[in-house]
């Protein structure tokens, strides 16, 4: 069983920059999909951004020359860099992991199989 934590979420302004950052424990995930979701109060969960075992990358529109996802193997971590943040942006967020070998936007439907606790990031105006 694989284990996410994820951390690096907190209160800034509109504008601001944030990197949320995940821990995983257990077997390594060199060969996973990872991938980011977010989730506001009254909200369904929404697909942020996702990269592949490969290396290809699939975002949001939303979050579009705005947020980069990266990966770091030999750490075990999984990185989400946030700028120019938004209100809109303010939610819980998740990491998400998958050893199937789909592809990321078929993950998008929520068929990952491991999921962290979240982190919170709040954005004010």
């Known amino acids: 069983q694989v284990q996410l934590v994820e951390s690096g979420g907190g209160l800034v302004q509109a504008g601001d920059s944030l990197t949320l950052s995940c821990a995983a424990s257990?077997?390594?995930?060199?060969?996973?999909?990872m991938g980011w979701f977010r989730q506001a109060p009254g909200k369904d969960r929404e697909f942020v951004e996702g990269?592949?075992?490969?290396?290809?990358?699939t975002y949001a529109p939303s979050v579009k020359g705005r947020f980069t996802i990266s990966r770091d193997d030999a750490k075990n971590t999984v990185s989400l860099q946030m700028n120019s943040l938004k209100p809109e942006d303010t939610a819980v967020y998740y990491c998400?992991?998958?050893?199937?070998?789909?592809?990321?936007?078929?993950?998008?439907?929520?068929?990952?199989?491991?999921w962290g606790q979240g982190t919170q990031v709040t954005v004010s105006s």
């Open positions: 990269i592949s075992w490969d290396g290809a990358i």
């Open positions: 257990g077997r390594t995930f060199s060969n996973y999909a």
């Open positions: 998400a992991a998958d050893s199937t070998g789909r592809d990321v936007l078929t993950l998008t439907q929520y068929g990952f199989q491991y």
